[in-house]
């Protein structure tokens, strides 16, 4: 099975059956998969060895989401929501409960 890893922290919008048009926020380091699980499914492979990886800060997420958002306004873009999700389970960011707010 192919897997990949978002190397950016805003992507998308992305069509989405359920949700429609859903702009991703992965709040996850870009080089690698973080998630407590390890889904058979999963696009983004199986976990590696814990390596001590760093976690994006809050600020450094929300420039990356106003600058898309802007950009998505300017060129008159729409999306339905936002999702945060990415490299793995995004709620085990040290800082998720702020990041969210």
């Not at 805003?10 to 973080?34: D, E, Q, T, Y």
């Not at 802007?70 to 990415?86: A, L, R, Y």
Request: charged residues 25%.
């Amino acid at each position: 099975m192919a897997t990949f890893l978002r190397t950016n922290y805003v992507f998308g919008p992305i069509f989405s059956r359920r949700l429609g048009r859903s702009l991703g926020v992965n709040i996850l380091p870009a080089n690698r998969k973080i998630c407590n699980y390890n889904c058979v499914y999963c696009e983004c492979g199986w976990n590696e060895a814990e390596t001590g990886s760093q976690f994006p800060a809050r600020e450094i997420i929300h420039e990356q989401l106003r600058s898309k958002l802007q950009k998505m306004q300017d060129n008159k873009e729409e999306f339905d929501v936002i999702t945060f999700s990415g490299n793995g389970e995004p709620t085990l960011h040290p800082n998720f409960s702020e990041i969210i707010d």
